[in-house]
């Protein structure tokens, strides 16, 4: 069996603090960007721009107290935030950020991102069962049925992208792009999988199982101090992870004219979409549970299975 | 090295199966449950069938187990369910499952003692899989297919609303 892994334990090393810090850096981008669509100014205080706020809030999510309900399942309420942050930082290995950069190349590469973004879910869900609290378990509640039904047609809706290519590998995925980037022959791939990764990561306008104004805080009503911290750092770091994916699949990774090194066309593409996923959060109102149900199954679904029907069809009529 | 990995996979798999018989919260148990299907991917894995390790962590890990955990939650049990189930659990029930285990344990023992050879370290991708799924085992895949169709045309026919059935 070949070895898999390609980077040196340094570039590991730096690939973990450089995704750690961007992911807690995009609070603050989050925020001041949100207030800039806003009309107001976002925080902008501490530091250059506001550049320093995330140091401030962290150094304050550290010193807060870390408060266990004594009426709550002490060991799933402990390992809750801990499954968010350790399946989004796996998620990272197989991403393919330039020819030689990253972590391991494996043949099932998207299989494995989708293994590990289920395995996500159970974050959600222990968090609200654990914390024995009305509000919380209501979140979670609504957090795995709306998983469990993004997910079926986020792994369907790649699977076009795997029909061009031939192949599981997120490596291979990006070199087959050489002729032309997949969101042209996949655009309904794309939107499909651009859905299902904003469900999937329950985060606004698909953020119902955090719906403040119905259900206070969803699932981590209960949770203070860095547990709190952590589901909000493994959002984001979800995010960044999201959009990774996306520019892979769809957006030729690495790939872009020479004059800038393939590390940095993959950054600006991320960052892109990172901005997207702000966006739109910012930009589309929340909505109703039963619509976000009915817009998974009885459009989502259907539109992922004609893809890949049309597709796979085209594929074999053009004798590929 | 392989071969130490196996064993600890091996041992955490039957351990976490044990836990879950053991447990009284359902929850707990269904952790367990899902620890024990992790582990069990990784043998998949250290086998060669990659293809066959990923899905049993993206279906049974991550789908099947977090339907269950919905579904436990959802019933909401508390301590009268346990002291029902206890009052099932009568001395002398474990008869009938002995002997049935107790069979199952001899198999594997002759399975053993013959000394089949296992065919280890090959690695199977995607398109083998997909050509024995879709050649000589077509039949078995359309079949669970249908099955899979009348299940799902079942539950949506138990779960419509009442309003047709009852006049309002």
Excluded at chain 1, 75 to 91: E, K, N, Q, R, S
Excluded at chain 1, 149 to 163: D, H, P, Q, W
Excluded at chain 1, 271 to 277: G, L, N
Excluded at chain 2, 39 to 48: D, H, K, M, N, V
Aim: charged fraction near 10%; glycine fraction near 10%.
């Amino acid at each position: 069996m070949k070895s898999m892994t390609i980077g040196t334990p340094w570039q590991i090393f730096g690939i973990l603090v450089s995704v750690i810090t961007v992911s807690a850096l995009l609070i603050w981008v989050e925020r001041r960007l949100i207030g800039i669509w806003q009309d107001r100014l976002g925080p902008n205080r501490v530091g250059p721009w506001g550049l320093f706020q995330v140091a401030a809030d962290m150094i304050k999510i550290f010193f807060k107290e870390d408060w266990i309900p004594p009426f709550a399942d002490k060991p799933i309420f402990l390992i809750a935030p801990a499954i968010i942050m350790m399946t989004m930082l796996l998620g990272f290995v197989i991403v393919p950020f330039a020819p030689g950069v990253g972590i391991i190349d494996f043949n099932f590469g998207l299989l494995y991102f989708l293994a590990l973004s289920s395995l996500s879910v159970y974050s959600v869900v222990l968090a609200g069962y654990a914390s024995h609290n009305k509000y919380a378990l209501l979140g979670s509640l609504r957090a795995a049925a709306q998983s469990i039904s993004y997910e079926v047609f986020m792994g369907l809706s790649a699977m076009g992208v795997v029909m061009l290519a031939g192949s599981f590998n997120l490596r291979e995925i990006v070199e087959a792009q050489r002729d032309g980037w997949f969101f042209l022959p996949q655009f309904a791939g794309l939107l499909a999988f651009t859905v299902a990764m904003v469900a999937e990561s329950h985060r606004g306008p698909f953020d119902l199982p955090e719906a403040e104004h119905e259900i206070i805080a969803g699932f981590h009503t209960e949770y203070s101090g860095m547990k709190f911290g952590m589901f909000f750092v493994g959002e984001y770091l979800g995010v960044t992870l999201n959009s990774a994916l996306i520019v892979t699949l769809f957006f030729g990774g690495w790939l872009g004219p020479a004059f800038l090194p393939p590390l940095f066309w993959f950054m600006l593409k991320c960052a892109v979409f990172i901005v997207f996923f702000i966006l739109i959060r910012s930009a589309l109102p929340r909505p109703r549970y039963d619509q976000l149900m009915n817009f998974g199954w009885k459009r989502m679904l259907p539109l992922t299975l004609l893809n890949i029907v049309v597709t796979g069809g085209l594929g074999l009529w053009m004798g590929g | 090295m392989e071969l130490a990995l196996f064993y600890l996979s091996a041992l955490i798999a039957l351990v976490s199966t044990v836990l879950v018989l053991i447990q009284f919260n359902t929850v707990h148990a269904l952790l367990y449950l899902i620890v024990s299907l992790l582990a069990s991917g990784f043998i998949f894995y250290l086998l060669g069938a990659y293809f066959a390790a990923v899905l049993e962590v993206i279906i049974y890990a991550g789908a099947i187990m977090v339907l269950f955990v919905f579904v436990v939650m959802m019933l909401n049990l508390g301590q009268k369910t346990i002291a029902q189930e206890k009052s099932w659990l009568y001395p002398g029930i474990w008869r009938g499952p002995f002997l049935l285990s107790s069979l199952l344990l001899l198999e594997l023992g002759y399975t053993i003692a013959q000394a089949a050879s296992a065919n280890l370290g090959q690695v199977v991708d995607a398109k083998r899989v997909g050509i024995a799924l879709f050649g000589p085992y077509l039949l078995a895949v359309e079949a669970a297919s249908l099955l899979l169709l009348a299940g799902l045309v079942g539950s949506y026919r138990l779960g419509r609303p009442l309003r047709d059935k009852v006049s309002p």
